[in-house]
């Protein structure tokens, strides 16, 4: 407002996905909406959080809890901003980048690609050694994927949520560390590993299909902080949190066979806690 900003100017994000939702968040509030672009400058950020139009913030209570749906006029990503990247921020794109190999089936997609599960699989050290054609194929996969789900279901009434997979318990491990402890794809992995377990845990996975998807995560070596023990009571407080839960229900994205997952409501109790405390993930 100082800078006499009008609805005639726009919003330039250049950066993570952190500074693209409070880019995105300001251009959706200030004077009603104004427009803004994006340039996502991390592996995150371009095959994730920069498209899709969620735009949102934290709060003490939880993660994204204040935002909005906001399509942004423009985002341009250039995978020469990975050069930039420690390895750590690589790692924590990598993991989004997995969970679209878990869901891809669920897609009703036009973009005609190879399973990429396998993809990921055949290419770990192409992505480590930031191989150009490999690393446009992974951004250009995941996007295509996310559109496709996106334009089925704009403001999350359904299909959307399986965006969602590993992130139930992955947000709620960054709300009880304060957001200091883990990257967002650290916890979404913790997250993704309670998924698969707890989907096996109530068979709808076989153990070799448990078995080749956490190799496929161990093959990336995603994340080297063990997980702290956390009061279970806490654990299930922060979750009911979560803007998936519904009539105080909590619903997990959890895994089928071939690459799909479903949103499952009325997880039991006894079934989180039996993961949690049986479970190393």
Do not use: W
Request: hydrophobic share 40%; with cysteine; aromatic share 10%.
């Amino acid at each position: 407002a100082k800078c006499n900003i009008n609805r005639t100017d726009a919003f330039v994000a250049f950066g993570g996905g952190v500074i693209g939702d409070m880019v995105g968040f300001c251009a959706s509030t200030y004077m009603r909406g104004i427009k803004f672009v994006q340039i996502p400058t991390t592996l995150l950020a371009q095959v994730d959080s920069s498209v899709g139009e969620k735009v949102a913030v934290n709060t003490k209570f939880g993660k994204n809890l204040l935002g909005n749906f906001y399509q942004p006029k423009l985002v341009l990503s250039d995978i020469l901003t990975f050069n930039t990247l420690d390895l750590r921020n690589l790692k924590t794109g990598l993991a989004e980048v997995i969970k679209y190999a878990f869901i891809q089936n669920s897609i009703n997609t036009s973009y005609e690609n190879n399973l990429f599960f396998e993809f990921l699989k055949q290419n770990k050290n192409n992505v480590y050694n930031l191989d150009k054609k490999t690393l446009i194929n992974v951004v250009k996969t995941c996007c295509c994927l996310k559109r496709d789900v996106v334009v089925q279901d704009e403001k999350e009434q359904g299909l959307r949520a399986i965006l969602n997979f590993g992130h139930t318990f992955g947000h709620a491990i960054e709300k009880l560390t304060n957001y200091k402890t883990f990257t967002h794809g650290e916890a979404v992995v913790y997250g993704m590993k309670f998924a698969l377990n707890l989907s096996y845990h109530l068979e709808m996975i076989s153990s070799d299909y448990l078995n080749s998807s956490l190799d496929l995560m161990s093959d990336y070596n995603l994340i080297n902080k063990k997980l702290p023990k956390f009061r279970f009571e806490n654990i299930i407080k922060t979750m009911q949190l979560d803007k998936k839960v519904a009539h105080n229900n909590l619903r997990f994205i959890l895994n089928n066979e071939n690459y799909t997952v479903s949103i499952v409501k009325d997880i039991k109790i006894e079934d989180i806690k039996y993961i949690l405390e049986t479970i190393t993930l």
